[in-house]
């Protein structure tokens, strides 16, 4: 029996020349081989050669079936032809004007067979100006939903669907939808899904704007035929997701990018009464399900628009949907710690809108830069700039805040306030961003007290103008500041204070005691006896960490004994075993490690590993022989310290042994 096709690849077309081309090629291109892929183009009653450039790329394609059909009105109806004939595992919905990447389906799905998903993104890309979701490809994610990621607000089919899902919900666009069909399929695959995918680490979908406008819904009576498109979604919301946070957030998408398509197309609506009439049906919308917890989080202008949609406001409303279009200036009013935009109507009399619906405060970005993180002894040493977008730099006051991840318990430090950094870059049109300096110390960073053991993110508390907001640092940082992690020993403190940043995003915390990071091994590159003391063994070599340290000697019987280290700022050590006073190392074979050199009794230790060629040495202690030997392994480092046997000394000096 005949194994099913990985994918089947519909493709609807409606006068797609020149861009077929590329689309189709594209397919037939795909890494996982055309021999896996059914290739399904539905030609939509096209006049402008798409049907002829379909039959020739079908007729070098075994695998590849061209159907021929009279214009239905929109891609709906062409795309259930293609899902009816599919047989492919998974079925992928390509729209004629664009292209896919090389490896893109290969991707999908292997990523797809991992983790048993039923719907899979692929990281889209714009081309030509075209506009496309961002937010969701910031990273994989194996295995998500709705609720989990904000793949919700990429609500269009171009995705890999598992047919059986598509089967068994008898799911089918709905051709009675001139404009918004996918909409209402993808939230229902969405929303029936155990597992949704994506794919960010490649660029799987190129989305073409074309030159003729041709993938453009704009027409007069736009917004009218949106209405049934959201209709249904908002239907299909209320009835599929039990009210509360989760269908909060899903309302969210639509009140916010649907209510700016649809205002959009309202403004180029010419007919007054069909005007008011298409209104007055999106009020109704928004008077039934965007509560103000859908609007909660939203831009400013977006609860003010829909503040005056609810109020019936028309005019008021196409108004600010202007000023939004044409990117027109906004003031800001500061006032007790809060900031407003000065959009259309604010503190209008006549319209009568709260401040609340003005309030930009949430939306200011902290734009902020490290130029230095680097220790100081057990100080920790940070410099950048920092600003509010639209406020400028940073004043007095701003404060470092060490936040543990686990407990939430955070402690504030003092941010000296210095002059803009030369290369600074300006934010929002207003002056420089201010530097500064903050100065952590964990062992007096808790109100005079060592942090305790925990992973402590760093936030930089940025006040301007009286204005205070909060922001996660480290994400941008200067070439010249280490990218590593940097273990420091820092006294008061059991275990190892650790500065590392974050995957995916690049933050700065400071792992104390070892939470995440675990003590790095120390390298012994070299192990000799000293020339002019016989009984003085040199080892040195390299560790990653810097600060006091000991040398921590373990026999079998558990007795532990500390020498002294020499370490430096580059993590290189050495340390001198003055093996010739019985008090220095007893008689025993000895396991070697380091051991910050901290007031704790926890301290952790640090691995000696090396491969050393074995090097012993004899000499008299107390007028017994005794005789040292120190090999090194990948795993450990041994020392043996023991008394010299005389008889088989003898034995083997006479050649008997």
């Given at each position: 029996m005949t194994s099913p096709p990985d994918v089947s690849v519909v493709i609807a077309a409606y006068n797609a020349m020149p861009y077929l081309v590329k689309c189709v090629e594209s397919v037939l291109e795909q890494s996982i081989g055309v021999e896996r892929l059914e290739i399904i183009a539905v030609d939509d009653g096209s006049t402008d050669g798409t049907g002829e450039e379909l039959d020739r790329f079908a007729a070098r394609c075994p695998t590849m079936r061209v159907i021929h059909q009279e214009n239905s009105g929109g891609p709906a109806q062409p795309r259930n032809v293609g899902l009816d004939l599919a047989t492919g595992r998974y079925v992928f919905f390509l729209d004629a004007d664009d292209w896919l990447g090389t490896e893109a389906l290969e991707r999908m799905v292997a990523t797809a067979d991992a983790n048993g998903s039923d719907v899979v993104l692929g990281k889209m890309v714009g081309v030509g100006g075209r506009t496309v979701p961002v937010s969701m490809f910031r990273r994989n994610q194996p295995r998500t939903t709705v609720f989990d990621s904000n793949v919700y607000w990429a609500l269009g089919?171009?995705?890999?669907?598992?047919?059986t899902l598509l089967e068994d919900l008898g799911l089918r666009f709905d051709p009675r939808l001139t404009v918004g069909q996918d909409q209402p399929f993808t939230a229902t695959a969405y929303l029936n899904a155990s597992v949704v995918s994506v794919v960010a680490d490649y660029d799987c979908y190129y989305a073409v704007r074309r030159d003729d406008g041709g993938n453009n819904t704009s027409r007069p009576d736009g917004a009218l035929r949106r209405l049934p498109f959201l209709r249904a979604v908002f239907d299909l919301l209320t009835r599929e997701v039990e009210a509360g946070p989760k269908r909060d957030r899903l309302l969210r998408r639509h009140f916010q990018s649907d209510q700016r398509e649809f205002l959009t197309h309202l403004l180029a609506e010419t007919d007054p009464e069909q005007r008011a009439a298409v209104f007055e049906e999106f009020r109704g919308f928004v008077r039934a399900w965007c509560t103000e917890e859908v609007q909660r989080g939203m831009p400013?202008?977006?609860?003010?628009?829909?503040?005056?949609?609810?109020?019936?406001?028309?005019?008021?409303?196409?108004?600010?949907?202007?000023?939004?279009?044409?990117?027109?200036?906004?003031?800001?009013?500061?006032?007790?710690?809060?900031?407003?935009?000065?959009?259309?109507?604010?503190?209008?009399?006549?319209?009568?809108?709260?401040?609340?619906?003005?309030?930009?405060?949430?939306?200011?970005?902290?734009r902020h830069h490290l130029s230095e993180v680097s220790w100081s002894g057990s100080r920790l040493r940070l410099r950048g700039h920092a600003a509010v977008d639209r406020l400028g730099g940073l004043d007095d006051g701003s404060e470092l805040v060490?936040?543990?991840?686990?407990?939430?318990?955070?402690?504030?430090l003092p941010v000296t306030r210095t002059a803009a950094e030369p290369d600074a870059p300006r934010t929002g049109g207003e002056d420089a961003p201010a530097g500064f300096t903050a100065v952590v110390d964990p062992a007096r960073a808790a109100a005079g007290a060592p942090l305790p053991r925990g992973l402590w993110d760093v936030f930089l508390n940025v006040v301007v103008r009286g204005v205070a907001k909060e922001a996660r640092i480290g994400s941008q940082r200067s070439p010249e500041v280490p990218a590593g992690r940097q273990h420091r020993v820092v006294r008061p403190l059991d275990g190892l204070v650790t500065t590392y940043y974050t995957n995916p995003h690049g933050n700065l915390t400071l792992d104390v005691g070892g939470v995440k990071h675990p003590p790095p091994a120390a390298e012994v590159t070299a192990a000799r006896w000293a020339p002019q003391e016989r009984a003085t063994l040199l080892l040195s070599g390299s560790v990653d960490v810097v600060g006091p340290l000991r040398l921590r000697a373990t026999d079998g019987d558990g007795r532990t004994v500390d020498l002294p280290v020499e370490t430096a700022e580059d993590g290189s050590f050495t340390c001198a075993l003055r093996l010739g006073?019985?008090?220095?190392?007893?008689?025993?074979?000895?396991?070697?490690?380091l051991r910050p050199d901290a007031e704790g009794a926890a301290a952790p230790?640090?691995?000696?590993?090396?491969?050393?060629?074995?090097?012993?040495?004899?000499?008299?202690?107390?007028?017994?022989?005794?005789?040292?030997?120190?090999?090194?392994?990948?795993?450990?480092?041994l020392l043996t310290v023991a008394p010299v046997h005389l008889g088989a000394a003898v034995r083997r000096a006479v050649g008997l042994r």
């Open positions: 089919p171009t995705k890999l669907f598992r047919r400013a202008a977006d609860r003010l628009r829909l503040w005056l949609i609810r109020s019936g406001r028309l005019d008021e409303t196409l108004e600010v949907m202007r000023h939004t279009l044409e990117d027109r200036a906004t003031p800001t009013v500061v006032e007790k710690g809060r900031v407003y935009g000065a959009y259309p109507y604010f503190r209008d009399p006549d319209v009568s809108a709260p401040d609340e619906v003005f309030d930009i405060t949430g939306e200011l970005a902290v060490l936040r543990e991840r686990e407990s939430g318990a955070e402690h504030r006073d019985e008090e220095v190392l007893p008689f025993g074979t000895w396991s070697l490690a230790l640090l691995a000696l590993q090396g491969t050393l060629p074995a090097a012993g040495r004899r000499w008299w202690r107390r007028a017994r022989p005794v005789y040292a030997k120190v090999r090194g392994t990948r795993k450990e480092v």
